[in-house]
């Protein structure tokens, strides 16, 4: 038993972007290749690649490797999935990172070529998307994305809404059937709740879904093991440039410095993250920290707000120079840094409204562009 914080919004891989959904379409489906703990590129379905000329690359697959239904994986599938996603009318929202591809050959049933407008660099890294069966996900009369069929290590079993998925051990998988039988991912919104439930054994596995002061006293609990490893996790506050202010640089640069990040880190992460310099972590082969920060200088923000045309009306009085909006999740965690972000920018003058929504009504919003500010963490960021 594993437990989530919200429901996946979709388990189609070609439409996946939040986090729950690519978690568990990380069982169901495979890939043509993958990236290891170091960030380097390796096969999957591909045996192998080539590169004929540096805007061409050439798959050959693994033979025998089949779906949950039991029809083998061909080039075909590997086409129709990138066919698909490029599709205006199928909208998927990764067609943009895919927009290279000039044509895609099925030379032979185990070989694929990708024909590219010109070379592109993080073309292999955009190829860990999971592979569809191309009948079953061109049929008009099913719902892929709640009744999903993959070649992953784990078959669907069921999708009771907002309350668990129901994962089996496929026992034709290529690499061999998996060690359990099967996982249930029981969706938990309450902390507290997920919590009780460790604490009372019916939840084997939670993974960066309690609050960093709960892991010592598990830590302590003879039952339980905590494991800690560096992530490619990056949490980042994100502007909506067609506001008039926040498309001023200035006063970006002000909610910056007004942020104290290392007070956020130190007493509500409990020292379980590091101030980001970029989008890529310090681990990663292409990291730079020999850039540009932004850090805690609330007299300069105050200056750059000024510069900006939002003085303060009436200097160390209640009176704000600006409010903006703030959205974020029903998630605890993320209210209470948002409300320590309030309390830091009200010292600057700057008002902040916080509005929290369940998990598909945030993202929804975001993916809009109905907000002003928000936070959000962007999941394994590898390529540069």
Known sequence: MIAIESSPVTLDPRFATDAYSERITHLLYSSLVHTDAAFRVEPELAERWEQPDPATYRFTLRRGVRFHDGRELTAEDVRYTFASILDPATASPHRAIYEMIDRIAVPEPYVIEFHLRAPHAPFLVNLVRGIVPAPLADSAGRDFSRRPVGSGPFRFVRWAADERIELAAFSGYYGGAPAIGGIVVKIVPEETIRLLEVQKGNIDLIQNALPPEMLPGLDADGRFRVLAAPSTTYTYLGFNLRDRRLADRRVRQALA???????????????????????????????????ARHDYDPGWARALLDAAGLPDPDGDGPALRTTFGFKTSHNELARRIAEVIQQQLADVGVGMTIRSHEWGTFYADIKSGNFELYTLSWVGIVEP
Do not use: F, N
Not at 263 to 288: C, D, M, N
């Open 257 to 291: 410095h007004a942020i104290d990040r290392s007070a956020i880190i130190k007493e509500l992460l409990r020292g379980q993250a590091v101030e980001a310099t970029g989008l890529l972590a310090p681990a990663h082969w292409a990291y730079e920290p020999a850039v």
